[in-house]
């Protein structure tokens, strides 16, 4: 069975940092693409960013670009996304997806519980 867990989210002021974590165990993350999605009251799930399984290819919503990075370590089975210069409006749930092939069919496979970021103005 695949599990995915989510952590680093918590409570900074708008310009602080934050990295989160997804961690997947129960098979190897090498062959995977992941996905990282957020998720704020009343609004709509959106995607924030996405890795290829093997890191070549890195995408971000317009709204991040510039100030979120992904990157991961298969030798730990992590992603990493690491957030600069926070924003009120980055406040959300966020949430890790992993899939073989995800990134073509824009399904994924396993989900995280989440993890809640929230930006203080």
């Known amino acids: 069975q695949v599990q995915v867990e989510e952590s680093g989210g918590g409570l900074v002021q708008a310009g602080g940092s934050l990295r989160l974590s997804c961690v997947q165990s129960?098979?190897?993350?090498?062959?995977?693409?992941v996905g990282w999605y957020r998720q704020a009251p009343g609004k709509a799930r959106e995607k924030v960013s996405t890795?290829?399984?093997?890191?070549?290819?890195?995408d971000y919503a317009d709204s991040v670009k510039g100030r979120f990075t992904i990157s991961r370590d298969n030798a730990k089975n992590t992603v990493y996304l690491q957030m600069d210069n926070l924003k009120p409006e980055d406040t959300a749930v966020y949430y890790c997806?992993?899939?073989?092939?995800?990134?073509?069919?824009?399904?994924?496979?396993?989900w995280g519980q989440g993890t809640q970021v929230t930006v203080s103005s």
């Open positions: 997806a992993t899939g073989i092939g995800s990134l073509l069919l824009e399904k994924w496979a396993h």
């Open positions: 129960g098979r190897t993350l090498s062959s995977f693409d």
């Open positions: 890795i290829s399984w093997d890191g070549g290819r890195t």
